[in-house]
């Protein structure tokens, strides 16, 4: 488990208990003695208002392809969790090293760093 891959993960839900499979990027490899991961949620609903911190993920895209999404998605890194590595169900695929680029700096932005 790396930063800039993507599995499909049980994702908390923001506002009701509960969880749902979804595909999340991993923005940390395991931390702690308990193996937890900082991802943020990737959703196949493209938002018809896009925010600062979303980026498009186009799979028919060369650069996306390695993603292996199955449609058209929106990584959303406003929406993080910090969820146990056992949730991690399984691996999808990466994002390539300027895409990677882009997600540091989409984050360094949200979290004025």
Do not use: C, N, W
Request: without cysteine; hydrophobic residues 40%; positive net charge.
């Amino acid at each position: 488990m790396r930063p800039g891959e993507i599995f499909l993960a049980q994702f908390p839900f923001g506002d009701i208990p509960g969880m749902k499979l979804r595909p999340v990027l991993l923005l940390t490899g395991p931390v702690g003695s308990v193996p937890e991961v900082l991802v943020a949620y990737i959703s196949s609903v493209v938002p018809t208002q896009s925010l600062p911190s979303d980026m498009p993920l186009d799979p028919s895209q060369p650069e996306f392809r390695s993603t292996h999404l199955k449609t058209k998605s929106t990584l959303r890194l406003h929406k993080m969790a910090t969820i146990h590595s056992s949730s991690l169900s399984r691996y999808l695929g990466t994002i390539d090293s300027s895409t990677s680029a882009v997600v540091a700096k989409k984050l360094r932005e949200l979290l004025a760093l």
